[in-house]
């Protein structure tokens, strides 16, 4: 059983930045995929970005160039670095591991989640 706790939420302005971090209970974390989901309010959860195992890394459309995903193995933990924040970024967002191979976009690909940490960006 993997568990998983986000943290580095907060109220940050548009154009600002915020990085979130996703810890992981177990020392193999390095043999899990990891994607970031949101949830904004009355939506429904979005795939926001992931990475393999590997290290290869994949974006929805709307974070691309402004969002980096990353992960460092020795300290179970995997980033979410997101710059140039818009309004529409704020949700709720949830870290996700799953031991399935390649790059996972689909939320029922994933095994294990956290709790959340919420993202609010004022205009």
């Known amino acids: 059983q993997v568990q998983l706790g986000e943290s580095g939420g907060g109220l940050v302005q548009a154009g600002g930045s915020l990085r979130l971090s996703c810890a992981a209970s177990?020392?193999?974390?390095?043999?899990?995929?990891v994607a970031w989901f949101r949830q904004a309010p009355e939506k429904e959860r979005a795939f926001v970005a992931t990475?393999?195992?590997?290290?290869?890394?994949y974006y929805a459309d709307s974070v691309k160039d402004r969002f980096t995903i990353s992960r460092d193995n020795s300290k179970n933990t995997v980033y979410l670095q997101m710059s140039s924040l818009k309004p529409e970024d704020t949700a709720v967002y949830y870290c996700?591991?799953?031991?399935?191979?390649?790059?996972?976009?689909?939320?029922?690909?994933?095994?294990?989640w956290g709790q959340g940490t919420q993202v609010t960006v004022s205009s």
């Open positions: 996700a591991a799953t031991i399935l191979v390649g790059l996972n976009t689909l939320s029922n690909r994933y095994s294990y």
């Open positions: 990475i393999s195992r590997s290290g290869t890394t």
């Open positions: 177990t020392r193999t974390f390095s043999g899990y995929g």
